[in-house]
């Protein structure tokens, strides 16, 4: 694919403690706080990709599938899956570690849409991408798909 780049160039891994200010009354962390965290990686991956800055666009899906604990740490991972002229798509997903027992689950899963942009504000084009392990072929192949539903969900949200 002329001008396209390896998926792999934007993936992003960042770790963070879970806090007691970070947690709710059962001692788990609160959703706006892993959004926080999952805004700040997806913006990393993307800016890797488009070398340019980035706003965010949308959070087109969350899943909190577990919780994460006080204690806990969570290891984020980042990778722009789908591109179009201006916008990414970048998939997150957070695994929670008890780093006592070495136990690991997922906790959250979600996709974003980010829009590079020039200096003024205005959206500018990103490179295409290819995926080159299975992992990234699987996210890489759905990408058109939920990239119709997102300009669906825009017209109809107008
Ligand atoms: C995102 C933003 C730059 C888009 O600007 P715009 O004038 O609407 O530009 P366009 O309509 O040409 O859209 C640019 C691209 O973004 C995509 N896009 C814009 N809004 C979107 C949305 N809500 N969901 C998904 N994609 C969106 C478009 O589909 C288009 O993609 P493409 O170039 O790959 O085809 C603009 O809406 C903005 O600055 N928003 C605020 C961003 C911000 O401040 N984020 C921080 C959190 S508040």
């Known amino acids: 694919m002329e001008n396209a780049v390896p998926m792999k160039q934007s993936r992003t891994i960042q770790s963070r403690l879970v806090l007691p200010p970070d947690t709710n009354h059962h001692l788990s ?11 700040e990686v997806a913006a990393i991956a993307s800016m890797k990709h488009a070398k340019s800055e980035i706003v965010t666009a949308a ?42 027992t070495g136990e690991q689950k997922i906790t959250t899963e979600s996709f974003i849409t980010t ?16 995926p080159e392990t299975e992992e990234e072929k699987v996210l890489y192949e759905k990408g058109l798909l939920r990239r119709q539903q ?7 949200s107008k």
Do not use: C, H, Q
């Open 29 to 39: 962390i609160f959703g706006g706080k892993v959004l926080a965290y999952i805004d």
């Open 59 to 100: 959070f087109d899906s969350v899943d909190f599938v577990s919780p994460a604990n006080v204690g806990d740490i969570l290891e984020l991972e980042a990778i722009v899956t789908s591109t179009g002229t201006t916008s990414m798509e970048v998939y997150v997903i957070v695994k929670a570690l008890n780093f006592r």
């Open 115 to 130: 829009v590079a942009i020039d200096s003024k504000g205005d959206p500018i084009p990103v490179p295409k991408i290819y």
């Open 150 to 156: 997102r300009l669906e969900r825009r017209n109809n």
